[in-house]
């Protein structure tokens, strides 16, 4: 984030929770005693235009849950999401437009081709059949995907699969940008990919939010940081007031110390 740059409030997220009603099996299985389970618990968190938001947190804590919110995935038990002052759900399908979504259970179709999936999801977000060529061409030089365009998806490495999936998350150039864990599976070098166009977008004045569990990524990329436990904010900030003299790690874990999960 430049210092000279205005932060821009673009998406606030105000007291989210989410309760999930378990089945009996789930409820055996995790051995609980209630069906009801608390995954998000009152979250609030804003994100700024030129900025990159890291969710922090322990297996389980919420973070995929609420991203999933925040793309309009799963609908919020209470709470609201506002986008430029505006609840998302007033427009949904404009809000959609908005917004780039990753995640690692969205798998891409093994027997289609990044070109036919590209295509395919532009039409989804109402691209024109010449703003999707043009919008292809950019994004699939940009990630070297050009080369595998005609490729079977089952055919490509792990690392390829993340950049066509990339490229195809900006293929309608979303001003909102949700990565849960961008570099789970990568490679050390695959994963400096993913940061430095993580850093690219943040120069193009996206407002950008992860979950990762990588401290390295967070320290070298994070603007602002929100640790969840236990679908709580348990620490957010700016990146440098939470961290002060520490390192994020030594940061974590006494945090979690502290609560038992
Ligand atoms: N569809 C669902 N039904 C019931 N419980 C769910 C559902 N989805 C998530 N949960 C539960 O909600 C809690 C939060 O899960 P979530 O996936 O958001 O955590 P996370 O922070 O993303 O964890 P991880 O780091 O493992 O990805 C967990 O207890 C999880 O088991
Ligand atoms: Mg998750």
């Known amino acids: 984030m430049s210092l000279h740059m205005e932060q821009e409030i673009v998406l606030e ?13 789930q409820m055996k299985e ?20 030129g900025s990159i938001y890291a969710l922090l947190g322990p297996n389980g804590a919420g973070k995929t849950t609420t991203l999933r919110m925040v793309a309009t995935l799963l609908s919020p038990t209470s709470g609201e999401i506002l986008y430029r002052g505006k609840d998302i759900h007033q427009d949904v399908s404009d809000y959609r437009k908005k917004v780039g979504f990753l995640t690692s259970e969205l798998k891409l179709d093994d027997f289609f081709t990044p070109d036919y999936t590209f295509d395919y999801m532009a039409a989804l977000y109402g691209l024109s059949k010449e703003e999707t060529a043009k919008r292809k061409k950019e994004v699939f030089e940009r990630f070297g995907v050009t080369p595998f365009a005609l ?13 066509v ?5 900006i293929a ?37 939010v992860i979950s990762t569990h990588i401290f390295s990524l967070v ?5 602002e940081i929100g ?15 939470v961290t002060k003299d520490k390192n994020l790690e030594t940061v974590f874990f006494d945090l979690i110390g502290g609560v038992k999960q």
């Not at 997220?13 to 378990?22: E, I, M, S």
């Not at 320290?219 to 603007?223: F, H, P, Q, V, W």
């Not at 640790?227 to 007031?241: P, T």
């Open 151 to 163: 490729t079977s998806i089952k055919n490509l490495s792990t690392g390829m699969k993340q950049k």
């Open 172 to 208: 309608h150039d979303p001003e909102i940008i949700i990565y849960d864990e961008p570099t789970n599976g990568l490679d050390i070098l695959a994963s400096r990919d993913v940061e430095d166009f993580l850093a690219a977008l943040r120069e193009e004045g996206k407002a950008i």
């Open 165 to 169: 999936s990339l490229a195809i998350s």
């Open 227 to 241: 640790i969840i436990l236990n679908g709580k904010m348990a620490l957010e900030g700016n990146m440098k007031d």
């Open 30 to 49: 995790r051995k609980l005693l209630s069906n009801s389970l608390m995954a998000v618990d009152g979250l609030s968190f804003n994100l700024k235009k």
């Open 13 to 25: 997220a105000k007291a989210l929770t989410k309760r999930f009603t378990l089945s009996s099996r």
């Open 219 to 223: 320290e070298k990329l994070a603007d």
